[in-house]
């Protein structure tokens, strides 16, 4: 069906794990071309495009509870296959699709959208991107993120990258998009709070070994006994059984337990938003929430104990005047961050890290081209790089984890249901789902022990 011919605006954001919800319903405010909505997240009031959110079955589906901490609101949201994403995208009239997947579920998502829209004169403006730092497999997830008509990419660095890679394999490179990261904001930090406060933001997957995850809890656990007056917290990102974007085979929560931290040590969940509200020091690997910190302000660290590798991801992070160590933060070190190198993470815009600045300004270059092909008479057809041609012994595979056939149509048998499930099958889910999960967290982790030995 053609794109929604009303005012008011029609957008669909489909995403395969909390974080990526949050960066595809945020995006999505912030790209909608619409004079009369804030560039803000929403905040339950009816103003402004509707939108519409599908989480994609799998490992990763977000629960109620972590839906509830990323605090974004949208208009309908409801969990759906890929087959029942691609029927709906066929029945309702949507002026933009999000795609904020994974690089495989994008590309079958593109194909799988390009046979749903077939011979339309108008389809929907399509856009897809990355929830955060672009550390590892840029080539081969740019390459599957090709044939949206926008690819956003989070900073002035990220676009000439990206750009790059598309116009090294000879793939239209005119897609991609600079922005921002869209949950960047906040109160600017002012100064020291009472108690001072240490936050350790931790991260599913860096490090992903219990040596190295010990070794950073011991020494957050040592930072806490060594400054009393302090308070230490350990910002976790999900409780044991949940999952986010990335597997988390080893909680903190339970590696904590073997040890006896002081009083002045806690663990906490919640919106980052909030944790950094009364941060006086950031510390991490690796995580987006140093961006995040730095855009307020907030001194911020990124560890070197374990070495400055491109398999933790800090190795981003070089020139930002934020690496250090545990034993220089003890000592008192407070990081200086580097200007220019900060200012081409699009973050501290301007020099008012609240928010001000040119990042009010950074979605505007999305919105204009969003705005120019809504208003074109007809859109041309999905073209991603990837087809049975250009990569015949990789897309095939691709498509068929999403139970998509090379054309990119369901293929039969695909799961798909025409109603909510009821008790049984919605018990038999949840079981499905904690035996998946109790292999990763328990069984796997000592079947690679034991090959070690």
Same mark, same amino acid.
């Given at each position: ?18 974080? /990526? ?73 949507? $002026? ?48 599957? #993120? ?180 545990? $034993? ?9 961050? $580097? ?79 025409? #109603? ?16 998946? /999960? ?16």
């Amino acid at each position: 069906m053609p794109p929604s011919t009303t005012k008011s605006l029609r957008i669909a954001v489909l995403a395969d794990s909390d974080t /990526r919800w949050k960066w595809g319903a945020l995006t999505a405010d912030r790209i909608a071309p619409d004079p009369s909505m804030e560039a803000g997240p929403r905040d339950g009031v009816q103003a402004g495009p509707a939108l519409d959110g599908f989480l994609l079955r799998g490992r990763a589906t977000p629960t109620a509870r972590q839906l509830q901490e990323v605090g974004v609101r949208a208009d309908s949201l409801r969990e759906v296959t890929a087959a029942e994403f691609l029927r709906a995208m066929a029945e309702t009239s949507y $002026d933009l699709v999000v795609l904020a997947l994974v690089g495989g579920g994008v590309q079958a998502m593109l194909h799988g959208l390009g046979r749903v829209w077939e011979g339309l004169e108008k389809r929907p403006v399509v856009v897809t991107g990355y929830v955060g730092v672009v550390y590892e497999k840029l080539a081969d997830g740019l390459l599957l #993120r090709h044939g949206a008509d926008l690819v956003l990419a989070n900073s002035r660095q990220d676009a000439e990258r990206f750009r790059a890679v598309y116009e090294g394999v000879g793939a239209d490179a005119s897609a991609v998009t600079e922005v921002a990261l869209p949950f960047l904001g906040g109160a600017a930090y002012e100064g020291e709070h009472a108690p001072y406060t240490v936050v350790f933001a931790v991260q599913p997957s860096v490090p992903d070994n219990r040596r190295d995850r010990v070794y950073l809890l011991n020494r957050l656990v040592r930072h806490a006994r060594l400054h009393p007056e302090r308070e230490v917290l350990l910002k976790l990102r999900s409780r044991p059984g949940e999952h986010t974007t990335h597997i988390e085979e080893l909680p903190y929560q339970k590696l904590v337990q073997r040890l006896e931290p002081p009083a002045n040590f806690r663990l906490v969940y919640g919106h980052m938003g909030e944790v950094l509200d009364r941060t006086d020091l950031l510390v991490t690997v690796s995580s987006t929430a140093a961006l995040e910190s730095l855009h307020r302000g907030i001194p911020t660290v990124v560890l070197t104990d374990l070495g400055i590798r491109e398999v933790l991801g800090n190795h981003h992070f070089v020139g930002s005047g934020c690496l250090a160590s545990w $034993d220089q933060l003890d000592a008192g070190h407070r990081p200086v961050p $580097d200007e220019e190198w900060v200012a081409r993470q699009g973050v501290v815009a301007g020099g008012t890290p609240a928010g001000g600045g040119s990042y009010a300004h950074a979605f505007d270059a999305a919105r204009e081209r969003i705005t120019k092909l809504l208003a074109s008479p007809e859109l041309p057809p999905l073209t991603p790089y990837y087809t049975p041609v250009t990569a015949p012994g990789y897309l095939p595979g691709i498509l068929a984890r999403h139970h998509l056939g090379p054309d990119g149509t369901p293929l039969p048998g695909a799961p798909a249901h025409e #109603r909510e499930p009821g008790p049984v099958r919605r018990i038999v889910r949840r079981a499905a789902r904690g035996a998946y /999960r109790h292999g990763v967290q328990r069984v796997a982790p000592v079947i690679r022990r034991m090959g070690e030995l």
